[in-house]
């Protein structure tokens, strides 16, 4: 992948310690000896799932926390969907093939992966639909309060929404887009606030907030707490029900590598099922979508947020997905994150860029973002030469680190391949620094 690579090994852990519990954020310690890179990805308990997945050669994919990686096993899945399941089966998929039940289905099957018992999580729709439903729900559930607290540096998707779903201008009390606490949001929380929108994991940054500490604070101001998930769901635990968490929200393309476009998730606690309306009714949130009645009635549970026909090619690309989410030590995952994470940290401090990633493991995602005045002529440099991360307006090289598919090695090499760009210079010639504006 990169010529010329000095180090192969780097300043990490305590070669005596090397074995499972190598593997996690202690295993890099400023204080340890020189410790072989290979002997941490030998002791990875993950690195049988690296093969299960299809990867161009040559490439080294670091944006998986934007569209993940394809399982190897997915194009005959969605094959046969469409084969047999659409081809053969025709209307009679919805019950041979069990369509019918796939958004309740899969939802349970992501359960575990949010901290949910089952019953309380749907797949359907985009995140950025079901955040209008939740964001709906809960507001009308405080019918008494006018205040929703978001983030003004959460993703723009989520900021929008606090727009669409009709709040005031003057009733949307915004978080400071850097540096905000606890402390912060305490101060902007009143019992007039009615909602609080969060990102679990901030899409720049990387930072991972206290969901626990968060939610128990609105609690007590009276306020329900809607989590974005698309950051942290398949990057680390989550525990939606122990943290009493009210409604959360994710995508399924990022780190659970669902596929481009795949179906988002939804989740409600049981506890508001029965009061909570969402205000898109479409007849698949419906009591009894068949009977054909002209009026509403919202189904019992979470399938009342459901709206209309899922997308069953997408939910396929999802169902192969979770065949391997299924076998996955979350543990173990957020081990190995944290253990590429702070590698991929410590070797680049020396070429001294800004880290907008905090450098405490407890608060931190599975991505590292560094702040370079250039970062889109870099990121476009280091593409060409097949480390694939992303810029993020507008000075920051983001690096996402999908622990199912990425060893120590490729930190290693993602971390030689910084540093040559920038030594050399690559970066500065003329058709890295004319901006493209690419999608991602
Ligand atoms: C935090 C966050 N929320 C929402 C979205 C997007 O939602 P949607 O799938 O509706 O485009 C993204 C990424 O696209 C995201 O990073
Ligand atoms: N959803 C995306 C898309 O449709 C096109 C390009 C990128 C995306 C992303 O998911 C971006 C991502 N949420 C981010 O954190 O920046």
């Known amino acids: 992948m990169t010529s010329d690579r000095p180090d192969a090994t780097v300043d990490i852990a305590d070669p005596d310690v090397i074995g499972p519990d190598a593997i996690g954020p202690d295993a890099i310690g400023p204080d340890a000896e020189a410790t072989d890179i290979a002997a941490l990805d030998a002791a990875d308990p993950l690195r049988g799932f690296r093969s299960r997945f299809t990867l161009p050669e040559g490439v080294l994919y670091l944006d998986g926390n934007s569209l993940g990686a394809l399982p190897a096993h997915t194009s005959e899945r969605i094959a046969r969907l469409v084969r047999q399941e659409w081809g053969e089966g025709l209307i ?31 797949v359907c729709d985009s995140t950025s639909v079901n955040l209008f439903k939740v964001l709906t729900a809960a507001r009308r559930l405080r019918p008494d309060r006018r205040v929703l607290v978001a983030e003004l540096g959460s993703f723009p998707t989520d900021l929008y929404l606090t727009e669409g779903v009709g709040v005031a201008a003057r009733d949307r009390r915004l978080l400071d ?18 909602v609080l929108l969060l990102s679990h994991v901030d899409y720049r940054t990387g930072e991972l907030r206290d969901m626990a500490g968060i939610t128990e604070l609105a609690h007590r101001h009276g306020a329900l707490v809607v989590w974005d998930l698309c950051h942290s769901v398949g990057a680390l635990p989550v525990e939606l029900d122990a943290t009493g968490a009210d409604f959360a929200v994710g995508c399924s393309y990022k780190y659970l590598n669902g596929g481009p476009g795949s ?15 969402q205000p898109l009714t479409g007849w698949f949130g419906h009591a009894d979508p068949f009977a054909f009645e002209p009026g509403y009635r919202p189904a019992d549970g979470i399938g009342r947020f ?53 450098a405490e493991p407890s608060r931190r995602g599975s991505q590292v973002s560094l702040r370079h005045p250039h970062a889109y002529a870099v990121m476009q440099a280091l593409i060409e030469r097949g480390v694939i991360g992303d810029f993020r307006a507008p000075d920051v090289l983001r690096f996402g680190f999908t622990p199912l598919y990425l060893s ?33």
């Open 92 to 122: 009679r998929s919805w019950n041979e093939a069990g369509w019918y039940d796939l958004p309740r289905g899969l939802g349970d099957r992501i359960a575990p992966l949010v901290g949910a018992a089952p019953g309380q999580t749907v």
């Open 306 to 358: 459901l709206t209309g026909t899922p997308p069953l090619l997408s939910m396929a690309g999802l169902q192969a997905a979770l065949d391997l989410w299924d076998e996955v030590d979350l543990t173990a995952l957020r081990a190995k994150s944290l253990s590429l994470t702070s590698l991929f940290l410590e070797l680049t401090a020396p070429l001294g860029l800004p880290s907008l990633t905090p």
């Open 408 to 440: 120590h090695r490729d930190v290693l090499d993602a971390a030689t391949a910084l540093r040559e760009v920038l030594e050399s210079g690559v970066w500065r010639e003329q058709r890295f620094t004319a901006s493209a504006g690419a999608v991602t």
């Open 177 to 194: 887009r850097d540096g905000w606490t606890t402390d912060s949001l305490a101060d902007l929380l009143a019992d007039d606030t009615a």
């Open 263 to 277: 179906p988002a998730f939804l989740y409600a606690a049981a506890r508001h099922h029965d009061a909570a309306e």
